[in-house]
Protein backbone atom coordinates (compact mmCIF):
# COMPACT_ATOMS: atom_id res chain seq x y z
CA UNK A 1 0.00 0.00 0.00
CA UNK A 2 2.93 2.25 0.83
CA UNK A 3 4.66 1.67 -2.07
CA UNK A 4 1.68 1.98 -4.53
CA UNK A 5 1.04 5.53 -2.99
CA UNK A 6 4.89 6.49 -3.38
CA UNK A 7 4.80 5.58 -7.01
CA UNK A 8 1.33 7.56 -7.69
CA UNK A 9 3.08 10.53 -5.77
CA UNK A 10 6.41 9.62 -7.67
CA UNK A 11 4.04 9.75 -10.83
CA UNK A 12 2.19 13.24 -9.69
CA UNK A 13 5.65 15.04 -8.96
CA UNK A 14 6.97 13.54 -12.41
CA UNK A 15 4.16 16.05 -13.80
CA UNK A 16 4.54 18.89 -11.75
CA UNK A 17 7.11 20.73 -13.33
CA UNK A 18 4.16 21.34 -16.06
CA UNK A 19 1.78 22.66 -13.52
CA UNK A 20 1.25 25.67 -15.75
CA UNK A 21 0.92 24.11 -19.09
CA UNK A 22 -2.05 23.21 -20.89
CA UNK A 23 -3.26 21.08 -23.66
CA UNK A 24 -4.67 23.15 -27.29
CA UNK A 25 -4.29 19.98 -29.39
CA UNK A 26 -6.83 18.16 -27.46
CA UNK A 27 -9.33 20.28 -27.75
CA UNK A 28 -9.38 22.36 -31.52
CA UNK A 29 -12.95 23.91 -31.11
CA UNK A 30 -11.96 25.49 -27.59
CA UNK A 31 -8.69 26.82 -28.74
CA UNK A 32 -7.63 30.65 -28.07
CA UNK A 33 -3.98 30.84 -28.92
CA UNK A 34 -1.08 29.13 -27.24
CA UNK A 35 -1.46 30.47 -23.84
CA UNK A 36 -5.34 30.18 -23.02
CA UNK A 37 -5.20 27.42 -20.16
CA UNK A 38 -2.36 28.94 -18.44
CA UNK A 39 -2.94 29.84 -14.94
CA UNK A 40 -2.82 33.50 -13.78
CA UNK A 41 -0.96 32.00 -10.76
CA UNK A 42 1.52 31.24 -12.35
CA UNK A 43 2.77 34.46 -13.32
CA UNK A 44 0.85 34.15 -17.42
CA UNK A 45 -1.24 36.75 -18.53
CA UNK A 46 -4.49 34.64 -19.23
CA UNK A 47 -6.16 32.66 -16.59
CA UNK A 48 -9.50 30.93 -16.34
CA UNK A 49 -12.66 32.79 -17.33
CA UNK A 50 -15.01 31.06 -19.39
CA UNK A 51 -18.93 30.90 -18.06
CA UNK A 52 -21.32 28.09 -17.89
CA UNK A 53 -22.93 29.16 -21.32
CA UNK A 54 -19.93 29.47 -23.10
CA UNK A 55 -18.30 26.00 -21.93
CA UNK A 56 -21.92 23.93 -22.62
CA UNK A 57 -21.96 25.80 -26.33
CA UNK A 58 -19.10 24.90 -27.30
CA UNK A 59 -19.56 21.05 -25.70
CA UNK A 60 -22.36 20.64 -27.52
CA UNK A 61 -20.69 21.95 -30.72
CA UNK A 62 -18.41 19.50 -30.39
CA UNK A 63 -21.12 16.54 -30.37
CA UNK A 64 -23.20 17.69 -32.86
CA UNK A 65 -21.07 17.03 -35.75
CA UNK A 66 -21.40 14.64 -38.94
CA UNK A 67 -22.82 12.44 -36.51
CA UNK A 68 -26.56 14.12 -37.15
CA UNK A 69 -26.35 13.57 -40.32
CA UNK A 70 -26.54 9.71 -40.52
CA UNK A 71 -28.67 9.44 -37.63
CA UNK A 72 -31.96 8.43 -39.51
CA UNK A 73 -29.59 5.87 -41.65
CA UNK A 74 -29.00 4.41 -38.00
CA UNK A 75 -32.02 4.12 -36.58
CA UNK A 76 -33.27 2.29 -39.85
CA UNK A 77 -30.53 -0.42 -39.96
CA UNK A 78 -31.81 -0.80 -36.35
CA UNK A 79 -35.25 -0.58 -35.77
CA UNK A 80 -36.60 2.91 -34.11
CA UNK A 81 -36.96 1.38 -30.65
CA UNK A 82 -33.78 -0.01 -30.98
CA UNK A 83 -32.38 2.74 -32.46
CA UNK A 84 -33.79 5.39 -29.74
CA UNK A 85 -32.51 3.34 -26.53
CA UNK A 86 -28.99 3.26 -28.04
CA UNK A 87 -29.66 7.13 -28.81
CA UNK A 88 -29.75 7.03 -24.83
CA UNK A 89 -27.75 4.57 -23.28
CA UNK A 90 -24.50 6.11 -25.60
CA UNK A 91 -25.47 9.53 -24.46
CA UNK A 92 -25.49 7.85 -20.99
CA UNK A 93 -22.03 5.90 -21.31
CA UNK A 94 -20.22 9.30 -22.94
CA UNK A 95 -21.52 11.23 -20.23
CA UNK A 96 -19.96 8.96 -17.88
CA UNK A 97 -16.47 9.08 -19.84
CA UNK A 98 -16.87 12.63 -19.43
CA UNK A 99 -17.30 12.39 -15.64
CA UNK A 100 -14.91 10.21 -15.34
CA UNK A 101 -12.24 12.42 -16.99
CA UNK A 102 -13.10 15.57 -15.19
CA UNK A 103 -12.64 13.55 -12.29
CA UNK A 104 -8.68 12.93 -13.42
CA UNK A 105 -8.43 16.32 -14.42
CA UNK A 106 -8.82 17.30 -10.86
CA UNK A 107 -5.49 14.95 -10.23
CA UNK A 108 -3.42 17.12 -12.16
CA UNK A 109 -1.66 19.94 -11.54
CA UNK A 110 -3.09 23.63 -11.76
CA UNK A 111 -4.75 24.08 -14.93
CA UNK A 112 -2.74 22.03 -16.97
CA UNK A 113 -5.32 18.88 -17.56
CA UNK A 114 -4.82 16.49 -20.32
CA UNK A 115 -4.87 12.85 -22.00
CA UNK A 116 -0.93 13.47 -22.12
CA UNK A 117 -1.31 15.00 -18.20
CA UNK A 118 -3.59 11.95 -16.70
CA UNK A 119 -0.91 9.20 -18.57
CA UNK A 120 2.04 10.33 -16.94
CA UNK A 121 -0.22 10.01 -13.75
CA UNK A 122 -1.52 6.59 -14.73
CA UNK A 123 0.35 4.92 -17.79
CA UNK A 124 3.55 6.78 -18.68
CA UNK A 125 4.20 3.97 -20.89
CA UNK A 126 1.07 4.39 -23.15
CA UNK A 127 1.08 7.85 -23.90
CA UNK A 128 1.87 7.52 -27.35
CA UNK A 129 -1.07 5.13 -27.46
CA UNK A 130 -3.08 7.68 -26.71
CA UNK A 131 -1.79 10.03 -29.45
CA UNK A 132 -2.35 7.23 -32.12
CA UNK A 133 -6.26 6.78 -30.58
CA UNK A 134 -6.40 10.74 -31.13
CA UNK A 135 -4.87 10.66 -35.01
CA UNK A 136 -6.80 8.04 -36.00
CA UNK A 137 -10.20 9.80 -34.48
CA UNK A 138 -9.59 13.15 -36.14
CA UNK A 139 -8.14 11.96 -39.27
CA UNK A 140 -10.99 9.99 -39.72
CA UNK A 141 -13.44 13.02 -39.03
CA UNK A 142 -11.76 14.91 -41.56
CA UNK A 143 -12.33 12.20 -44.36
CA UNK A 144 -16.21 12.49 -43.11
CA UNK A 145 -16.18 16.08 -43.79
CA UNK A 146 -14.60 15.61 -47.19
CA UNK A 147 -17.03 13.14 -48.25
CA UNK A 148 -20.36 15.09 -46.91
CA UNK A 149 -19.23 18.04 -49.44
CA UNK A 150 -18.29 15.20 -51.96
CA UNK A 151 -21.89 14.41 -51.66
CA UNK A 152 -23.92 17.89 -50.97
CA UNK A 153 -21.44 19.58 -53.84
CA UNK A 154 -23.08 18.26 -56.70
CA UNK A 155 -26.90 18.26 -55.07
CA UNK A 156 -25.85 22.05 -54.68
CA UNK A 157 -25.33 22.25 -58.35
CA UNK A 158 -28.57 20.47 -59.43
CA UNK A 159 -30.75 22.47 -57.00
CA UNK A 160 -29.50 25.60 -58.16
CA UNK A 161 -29.39 24.44 -62.05
CA UNK A 162 -33.05 24.00 -61.59
CA UNK A 163 -33.91 26.79 -59.42
CA UNK A 164 -31.97 29.41 -62.25
CA UNK A 165 -34.18 27.54 -65.09
CA UNK A 166 -37.53 28.08 -63.43
CA UNK A 167 -36.95 31.64 -62.79
CA UNK A 168 -35.94 31.60 -66.47
CA UNK A 169 -39.31 30.22 -67.25
CA UNK A 170 -38.95 26.83 -67.74
CA UNK A 171 -40.86 24.11 -65.75
CA UNK A 172 -38.06 23.12 -63.09
CA UNK A 173 -37.04 20.06 -64.86
CA UNK A 174 -34.44 20.98 -67.00
CA UNK A 175 -31.02 18.82 -67.07
CA UNK A 176 -27.63 19.13 -66.78
CA UNK A 177 -25.86 20.31 -69.99
CA UNK A 178 -23.66 16.81 -70.24
CA UNK A 179 -20.47 19.48 -70.84
CA UNK A 180 -20.76 20.54 -67.68
CA UNK A 181 -20.71 17.06 -66.05
CA UNK A 182 -17.75 17.42 -63.75
CA UNK A 183 -19.71 19.77 -61.77
CA UNK A 184 -21.88 17.02 -60.65
CA UNK A 185 -18.74 14.74 -60.14
CA UNK A 186 -17.83 14.20 -56.04
CA UNK A 187 -14.29 13.75 -56.93
CA UNK A 188 -14.27 16.82 -58.55
CA UNK A 189 -15.74 19.01 -55.72
CA UNK A 190 -13.88 17.24 -53.28
CA UNK A 191 -10.42 18.21 -55.49
CA UNK A 192 -11.66 21.91 -55.37
CA UNK A 193 -12.24 21.94 -51.66
CA UNK A 194 -9.01 21.10 -51.06
CA UNK A 195 -7.45 23.71 -52.61
CA UNK A 196 -9.39 25.91 -50.67
CA UNK A 197 -8.40 23.41 -46.86
CA UNK A 198 -4.86 22.74 -48.22
CA UNK A 199 -3.36 26.13 -47.74
CA UNK A 200 -5.68 26.78 -44.52
CA UNK A 201 -4.82 23.55 -42.81
CA UNK A 202 -0.92 24.46 -43.16
CA UNK A 203 -1.32 27.51 -40.64
CA UNK A 204 0.76 26.64 -37.16
CA UNK A 205 -2.18 28.17 -35.03
CA UNK A 206 -5.61 28.47 -34.46
CA UNK A 207 -7.42 31.65 -33.60
CA UNK A 208 -10.72 31.95 -31.68
CA UNK A 209 -13.39 29.84 -33.11
CA UNK A 210 -16.54 31.64 -31.77
CA UNK A 211 -17.71 32.76 -35.16
CA UNK A 212 -17.67 28.78 -36.28
CA UNK A 213 -19.26 27.39 -32.77
CA UNK A 214 -22.09 30.26 -34.07
CA UNK A 215 -22.48 28.93 -37.52
CA UNK A 216 -22.18 25.29 -36.24
CA UNK A 217 -25.01 25.96 -33.87
CA UNK A 218 -26.43 27.80 -36.78
CA UNK A 219 -26.32 24.75 -39.55
CA UNK A 220 -27.47 22.69 -36.55
CA UNK A 221 -30.78 24.64 -36.08
CA UNK A 222 -31.32 24.70 -39.59
CA UNK A 223 -31.12 20.96 -40.19
CA UNK A 224 -33.73 20.61 -37.39
CA UNK A 225 -35.86 23.02 -39.07
CA UNK A 226 -35.53 21.05 -42.61
CA UNK A 227 -36.31 17.70 -40.76
CA UNK A 228 -39.31 18.91 -39.30
CA UNK A 229 -40.50 20.68 -41.63
CA UNK A 230 -40.63 18.19 -44.43
CA UNK A 231 -41.92 15.86 -41.90
CA UNK A 232 -44.92 18.15 -41.39
CA UNK A 233 -44.94 19.02 -45.19
CA UNK A 234 -43.77 16.15 -47.01
CA UNK A 235 -43.78 16.81 -50.89
CA UNK A 236 -44.02 12.70 -51.34
CA UNK A 237 -46.35 10.32 -49.65
CA UNK A 238 -44.63 9.46 -46.05
CA UNK A 239 -43.94 5.16 -45.97
CA UNK A 240 -46.81 3.04 -44.48
CA UNK A 241 -46.37 2.73 -40.95
CA UNK A 242 -46.22 -1.13 -41.07
CA UNK A 243 -42.59 -0.72 -43.35
CA UNK A 244 -41.33 1.58 -40.01
CA UNK A 245 -39.94 -1.10 -38.21
CA UNK A 246 -39.32 -0.42 -34.28
CA UNK A 247 -37.05 -3.14 -33.43
CA UNK A 248 -34.34 -4.86 -35.88
CA UNK A 249 -31.76 -6.73 -34.57
CA UNK A 250 -29.73 -8.27 -36.67
CA UNK A 251 -25.56 -8.29 -37.80
CA UNK A 252 -25.57 -5.01 -39.17
CA UNK A 253 -26.22 -4.25 -35.45
CA UNK A 254 -22.42 -3.89 -34.54
CA UNK A 255 -21.29 -2.06 -37.82
CA UNK A 256 -23.49 0.63 -36.82
CA UNK A 257 -23.14 1.06 -33.27
CA UNK A 258 -19.82 2.98 -33.49
CA UNK A 259 -22.29 5.53 -35.38
CA UNK A 260 -23.91 6.20 -31.71
CA UNK A 261 -20.44 6.21 -30.36
CA UNK A 262 -19.29 8.78 -32.36
CA UNK A 263 -22.42 10.76 -32.31
CA UNK A 264 -21.46 11.66 -28.85
CA UNK A 265 -17.25 12.02 -28.87
CA UNK A 266 -16.64 15.30 -27.45
CA UNK A 267 -14.41 13.83 -25.36
CA UNK A 268 -11.09 15.83 -26.51
CA UNK A 269 -12.63 19.02 -25.32
CA UNK A 270 -13.56 18.40 -22.04
CA UNK A 271 -9.77 19.11 -20.70
CA UNK A 272 -10.11 22.55 -22.10
CA UNK A 273 -13.37 23.34 -20.41
CA UNK A 274 -11.75 22.04 -17.02
CA UNK A 275 -8.48 24.59 -17.95
CA UNK A 276 -10.76 27.23 -19.04
CA UNK A 277 -13.91 27.39 -16.25
CA UNK A 278 -13.64 29.75 -14.10
CA UNK A 279 -15.26 27.62 -11.50
CA UNK A 280 -14.20 24.07 -12.49
CA UNK A 281 -15.86 22.65 -9.73
CA UNK A 282 -17.37 19.64 -9.96
CA UNK A 283 -20.57 20.33 -9.94
CA UNK A 284 -20.39 22.96 -12.22
CA UNK A 285 -18.62 20.21 -14.45
CA UNK A 286 -21.48 18.01 -14.05
CA UNK A 287 -24.18 21.05 -15.25
CA UNK A 288 -22.21 21.11 -18.31
CA UNK A 289 -21.78 17.69 -19.22
CA UNK A 290 -25.28 16.95 -18.48
CA UNK A 291 -26.96 19.89 -20.49
CA UNK A 292 -24.52 19.44 -23.83
CA UNK A 293 -24.98 15.62 -23.53
CA UNK A 294 -29.09 16.23 -22.93
CA UNK A 295 -29.26 18.75 -25.72
CA UNK A 296 -27.67 16.32 -28.43
CA UNK A 297 -30.08 13.48 -27.38
CA UNK A 298 -32.82 16.20 -27.93
CA UNK A 299 -31.74 17.27 -31.62
CA UNK A 300 -30.26 13.19 -31.86
CA UNK A 301 -34.10 12.11 -32.07
CA UNK A 302 -35.55 14.55 -33.85
CA UNK A 303 -33.45 14.26 -36.78
CA UNK A 304 -32.79 10.70 -36.56
CA UNK A 305 -36.58 9.46 -35.68
CA UNK A 306 -38.44 12.15 -38.20
CA UNK A 307 -35.84 11.92 -40.78
CA UNK A 308 -36.65 8.01 -40.61
CA UNK A 309 -40.25 8.26 -40.34
CA UNK A 310 -40.03 10.57 -43.36
CA UNK A 311 -38.15 8.08 -45.83
CA UNK A 312 -38.42 4.98 -43.76
CA UNK A 313 -35.90 2.27 -45.22
CA UNK A 314 -34.54 3.64 -48.40
CA UNK A 315 -33.10 6.70 -46.09
CA UNK A 316 -29.44 7.10 -46.69
CA UNK A 317 -26.07 7.73 -44.50
CA UNK A 318 -26.89 11.15 -45.21
CA UNK A 319 -29.90 12.58 -44.55
CA UNK A 320 -29.72 15.97 -45.68
CA UNK A 321 -28.99 14.45 -49.64
CA UNK A 322 -32.59 12.59 -48.93
CA UNK A 323 -34.66 16.05 -50.18
CA UNK A 324 -35.91 16.75 -53.13
CA UNK A 325 -34.34 20.14 -54.87
CA UNK A 326 -35.54 23.46 -52.94
CA UNK A 327 -34.53 27.03 -52.12
CA UNK A 328 -34.62 25.78 -48.28
CA UNK A 329 -32.32 22.58 -49.14
CA UNK A 330 -30.19 23.91 -51.11
CA UNK A 331 -29.69 26.84 -48.48
CA UNK A 332 -29.19 24.20 -45.60
CA UNK A 333 -26.76 22.03 -48.24
CA UNK A 334 -24.22 24.80 -48.64
CA UNK A 335 -24.42 26.10 -44.80
CA UNK A 336 -22.61 22.19 -43.88
CA UNK A 337 -20.69 22.38 -46.99
CA UNK A 338 -18.88 25.58 -45.55
CA UNK A 339 -19.23 24.12 -41.69
CA UNK A 340 -17.46 21.05 -42.83
CA UNK A 341 -14.76 22.97 -44.38
CA UNK A 342 -13.72 25.33 -42.19
CA UNK A 343 -13.95 22.43 -39.69
CA UNK A 344 -11.28 20.13 -41.53
CA UNK A 345 -8.08 22.15 -40.51
CA UNK A 346 -9.30 22.19 -37.12
CA UNK A 347 -8.99 18.29 -36.94
CA UNK A 348 -5.86 18.25 -39.27
CA UNK A 349 -4.14 20.28 -36.25
CA UNK A 350 -4.72 18.04 -33.59
CA UNK A 351 -4.15 15.24 -35.86
CA UNK A 352 -0.43 16.79 -37.23
CA UNK A 353 0.75 17.44 -33.64
CA UNK A 354 -0.55 14.01 -32.29
CA UNK A 355 1.46 11.96 -35.47
CA UNK A 356 4.74 14.44 -34.74
CA UNK A 357 4.52 12.74 -30.96
CA UNK A 358 3.99 9.27 -32.54
CA UNK A 359 6.92 9.70 -35.19
CA UNK A 360 9.22 11.17 -32.35
CA UNK A 361 8.46 8.49 -30.28
CA UNK A 362 9.25 5.67 -33.07
CA UNK A 363 12.67 7.79 -33.93
CA UNK A 364 13.73 6.97 -30.27
CA UNK A 365 13.16 3.81 -30.58
CA UNK A 366 15.31 2.99 -34.11
CA UNK A 367 17.65 5.16 -32.38
CA UNK A 368 18.11 2.90 -29.32
CA UNK A 369 18.18 -0.15 -30.88
CA UNK A 370 20.23 0.99 -33.97
CA UNK A 371 22.12 4.10 -33.13
CA UNK A 372 20.73 5.88 -36.45
CA UNK A 373 20.13 9.57 -36.37
CA UNK A 374 21.33 11.05 -39.34
CA UNK A 375 18.57 10.35 -41.33
CA UNK A 376 15.94 12.03 -38.89
CA UNK A 377 17.99 14.84 -38.55
CA UNK A 378 16.92 16.19 -41.37
CA UNK A 379 13.35 16.17 -40.44
CA UNK A 380 13.18 17.26 -37.21
CA UNK A 381 16.17 20.21 -35.82
CA UNK A 382 14.93 19.86 -31.65
CA UNK A 383 17.24 18.20 -29.43
CA UNK A 384 16.91 15.18 -27.84
CA UNK A 385 15.25 15.10 -24.40
CA UNK A 386 18.20 13.39 -22.53
CA UNK A 387 18.58 14.13 -18.67
CA UNK A 388 21.96 13.46 -18.88
CA UNK A 389 23.32 15.51 -21.40
CA UNK A 390 23.35 19.15 -21.24
CA UNK A 391 21.27 20.96 -23.78
CA UNK A 392 23.45 22.38 -26.83
CA UNK A 393 20.11 24.27 -28.88
CA UNK A 394 21.06 27.24 -29.70
CA UNK A 395 18.71 30.49 -29.49
CA UNK A 396 17.69 30.34 -33.16
CA UNK A 397 16.05 27.20 -32.74
CA UNK A 398 13.68 28.40 -29.83
CA UNK A 399 11.07 30.93 -29.53
CA UNK A 400 11.54 34.41 -27.50
CA UNK A 401 9.59 33.29 -24.86
CA UNK A 402 9.23 29.52 -23.63
CA UNK A 403 5.90 27.77 -25.70
CA UNK A 404 4.07 24.89 -24.91
CA UNK A 405 2.66 22.40 -27.44
CA UNK A 406 -0.77 20.57 -27.25
CA UNK A 407 0.38 18.51 -24.95
CA UNK A 408 1.26 21.03 -21.80
CA UNK A 409 4.99 20.04 -22.61
CA UNK A 410 7.67 22.35 -23.54
CA UNK A 411 7.96 22.88 -27.37
CA UNK A 412 10.51 20.90 -29.42
CA UNK A 413 10.95 22.90 -32.59
CA UNK A 414 9.93 21.18 -35.52
CA UNK A 415 11.72 21.54 -38.71
CA UNK A 416 9.38 22.97 -41.57
CA UNK A 417 10.38 20.52 -43.62
CA UNK A 418 8.75 17.86 -41.28
CA UNK A 419 6.22 20.27 -40.89
CA UNK A 420 5.00 20.11 -43.97
CA UNK A 421 5.89 16.76 -44.64
CA UNK A 422 3.20 15.42 -42.23
CA UNK A 423 0.44 18.21 -43.29
CA UNK A 424 0.85 16.78 -46.86
CA UNK A 425 0.68 13.30 -45.50
CA UNK A 426 -2.49 14.32 -43.94
CA UNK A 427 -4.22 16.12 -46.71
CA UNK A 428 -3.00 12.90 -49.73
CA UNK A 429 -4.43 10.28 -47.18
CA UNK A 430 -7.65 12.29 -46.39
CA UNK A 431 -8.11 13.04 -50.21
CA UNK A 432 -7.50 9.92 -51.93
CA UNK A 433 -9.49 7.93 -49.16
CA UNK A 434 -12.30 10.52 -49.61
CA UNK A 435 -12.59 10.32 -52.94
CA UNK A 436 -11.95 6.41 -53.13
CA UNK A 437 -14.81 5.98 -50.41
CA UNK A 438 -18.19 7.58 -50.65
CA UNK A 439 -20.30 6.15 -47.87
CA UNK A 440 -20.27 8.39 -44.81
CA UNK A 441 -21.31 5.54 -42.77
CA UNK A 442 -18.87 3.42 -43.34
CA UNK A 443 -16.46 6.23 -42.40
CA UNK A 444 -17.90 6.87 -39.39
CA UNK A 445 -18.48 3.31 -38.11
CA UNK A 446 -13.84 2.79 -38.52
CA UNK A 447 -14.03 6.02 -36.51
CA UNK A 448 -16.32 5.50 -33.92
CA UNK A 449 -14.94 1.70 -33.60
CA UNK A 450 -10.63 3.14 -33.10
CA UNK A 451 -10.50 6.13 -31.60
CA UNK A 452 -13.65 7.64 -30.68
CA UNK A 453 -14.41 4.43 -28.65
CA UNK A 454 -10.45 4.35 -27.16
CA UNK A 455 -11.07 8.36 -25.92
CA UNK A 456 -14.81 7.79 -24.52
CA UNK A 457 -14.49 4.81 -23.18
CA UNK A 458 -11.15 2.96 -22.91
CA UNK A 459 -9.04 5.72 -21.50
CA UNK A 460 -11.83 7.67 -19.22
CA UNK A 461 -12.48 4.77 -17.43
CA UNK A 462 -8.79 3.26 -17.31
CA UNK A 463 -7.58 5.96 -15.72
CA UNK A 464 -10.42 6.86 -12.79
CA UNK A 465 -9.34 3.06 -12.22
CA UNK A 466 -5.76 3.74 -12.28
CA UNK A 467 -5.94 6.41 -9.82
CA UNK A 468 -8.15 4.66 -7.64
CA UNK A 469 -6.84 1.10 -7.90
CA UNK A 470 -5.86 0.93 -4.10
CA UNK A 471 -9.47 2.40 -3.27
CA UNK A 472 -11.92 0.36 -1.77
CA UNK A 473 -14.11 -0.91 -4.18
CA UNK A 474 -17.29 1.90 -4.86
CA UNK A 475 -19.56 2.15 -7.46
CA UNK A 476 -17.51 4.65 -9.23
CA UNK A 477 -14.37 2.24 -9.33
CA UNK A 478 -16.65 -0.51 -10.58
CA UNK A 479 -18.60 1.62 -13.31
CA UNK A 480 -15.10 2.79 -14.55
CA UNK A 481 -14.21 -1.17 -14.93
CA UNK A 482 -17.07 -1.44 -16.74
CA UNK A 483 -17.04 1.23 -19.05
CA UNK A 484 -13.50 0.66 -19.69
CA UNK A 485 -14.31 -3.21 -20.72
CA UNK A 486 -17.31 -1.94 -22.80
CA UNK A 487 -15.18 -0.13 -24.58
CA UNK A 488 -12.88 -2.67 -25.26
CA UNK A 489 -15.30 -5.01 -26.26
CA UNK A 490 -17.05 -2.11 -28.89
CA UNK A 491 -13.81 -1.66 -30.43
CA UNK A 492 -12.63 -5.03 -31.00
CA UNK A 493 -16.81 -6.61 -32.41
CA UNK A 494 -17.46 -3.90 -34.05
CA UNK A 495 -14.42 -3.34 -35.69
CA UNK A 496 -14.06 -6.72 -37.05
CA UNK A 497 -17.70 -6.15 -38.22
CA UNK A 498 -16.61 -3.80 -40.31
CA UNK A 499 -13.36 -5.08 -41.59
CA UNK A 500 -15.70 -8.17 -42.73
CA UNK A 501 -18.18 -6.26 -44.27
CA UNK A 502 -15.37 -4.37 -46.03
CA UNK A 503 -14.24 -7.67 -46.99
CA UNK A 504 -17.54 -9.63 -48.18
CA UNK A 505 -17.99 -6.13 -50.42
Not at 53 to 74: Q, R, V
Not at 465 to 492: E, F, N
Request: net charge negative; proline share 4%.
Amino acid sequence: MTEAASDQHQHHSNSSNGAARHSSDESPLLNHGPHHNQDLGHGNEVGPSAGFWSCTINLANTILGTGMLAMPGALATVGLLLGSFMIVFSACASGLGLYFLTRSASRTQGRAASFFACSKLTYPWAAVGFDVAIAVKCFGVGISYLIIIGDLMPEVVRSLGMIAFAAAGGDGSGEMDPQLWFLVDRRFWITIFMAIIGPISFLKRLDSLKATSALALGAVFYLVFIVVYYYSYPDQPLPPKEEIRLFHPSAQFFTTLPIFVFAFTCHQNIFSVYNELSDNGQSMLNRIITTSIGSAVVVYHIIGVLGYLTFGNIVGSNIIQMYNASLLVTVGRIAIVILVMFSFPLQAHPCRACLDKVLTALVQVWQSRFGKDADYSTLNNEQDDHDDEPSTTTSSTLPNSVQLDEHGEPVQVTSELKYTLMTMGILIGSYLIAITVSELELVLSFVGSTGSTAISFILPGSFYYKLHQYDPWTGRKILSVCLAAYGTMVMIICLTANVRRISQG
